[in-house]
């Protein structure tokens, strides 16, 4: 028997999906801080400009790799696990890692290889997270509105792209922009800067997320290879393997698998360069005063 959506899957696609955007925006805006963060407070001397360059490297490599090389195995787990726990799951685990990311930078204790410890936590969570979130498209949403669910989600990743950077730059230079008089009767005056304050929206946006999906409901398929006991017989690893092969015996969508990677590998940090070329005295008014 074909599988049917339910009655009102694309209502509650919508639903989540607004969450979600508000989420996507949120991790751009982190995103956009933790570079300010490193040009502004680990690396802010002129004579740091290589040291800036190859954190600014490594710390979007962490973000990028898990999710280039971990989107197989969390294909996989989505395929084997509630699709709606798992995205419960990662999206608190991304609030308390932004949280304690707050809390790092607060105290002045957050050094780089904390930041790139960080972000390998964040971006596997968010592998899994956008796994099952993908996976979930179909059982939700009828196939006569896959377009439009597929077109809703690249609006919201090409949105984020603008207006992430400008709301982040906004919060980020919002203590310094304060009069005396108002920011002292205000919490993110003894901040310096608000990338604190970023990165603590992240989380809330994060939070927000938890708790729409806990109001409504994301069917899983059933697997039809489950024994008497309910267990699966394919091992995880073999269904990634299974997924592999699939894609080796299919050369263009290997090759569209192979641009992506390098493209997702080779475009984040390439981008944050911008950062980097910014004038040292151009970049001490942005850090509000503290460095």
């Known amino acids: 028997m074909a599988y049917a959506a339910p009655h009102h ?3 509650t696609f919508v639903i989540v999906w607004l969450a979600q955007s508000l989420s996507v925006i949120g991790s751009g805006m982190t995103g956009f801080a933790l570079n300010v963060y490193l040009a502004q407070v680990l ?11 190859l954190a600014f490297t490594v710390l979007n490599l962490g973000f990028t790799i898990p999710f280039v090389f971990g989107g197989p195995l969390a294909g996989a787990w989505a395929d084997r696990h509630d699709r709606k726990q798992i995205m419960i799951v990662t999206n608190t685990a991304n609030g308390l890692i932004s949280l304690l990311t707050v809390f790092l930078m607060l105290s002045g204790s957050l ?19 956008l796994a099952a979130f993908d996976a979930s498209y179909a059982m939700l949403v009828p196939d006569s509105l896959l377009p439009r669910a597929n077109g809703m989600m690249q609006t919201t990743w090409s949105i984020s792209g603008i ?11 919002l203590p310094a922009l304060l009069p005396r008089e108002v920011g002292a009767a205000i919490p993110v005056a003894w901040m310096g800067n608000g990338t604190p304050l970023v990165i603590a929206i992240d989380a809330l ?7 729409v999906l806990l109001l409504v409901h994301v069917p899983s398929p059933t697997r039809s290879d489950l ?17 592999a092969i699939y894609i080796r015996h299919r050369p263009p969508l290997l090759w569209l698998v192979a641009t992506f990677s390098v493209a997702n590998l080779a475009l984040a940090p ?3 360069a911008t950062v980097a070329r910014r004038p040292a005295k151009q970049e001490s008014n942005f850090s509000g005063g503290t460095t």
């Open 9 to 11: 899957g694309f209502r």
């Open 111 to 129: 050094q780089l290889w904390m930041l790139v410890s960080i972000g390998v936590l964040a971006a596997a969570a968010g592998a899994f997270h």
């Open 270 to 272: 390439a981008a944050d």
């Open 205 to 211: 946006t994060f939070f927000l997320c938890t708790a």
């Open 43 to 53: 690396y802010p001397a002129p004579e740091q400009k290589p040291e800036l360059a």
């Open 227 to 243: 024994t008497t006991g309910g267990r699966i017989e394919q091992s995880l690893w073999a269904d990634v393997r299974e997924g």
């Open 163 to 173: 207006v992430s950077p400008a709301l982040a730059a906004f919060i980020i230079a």
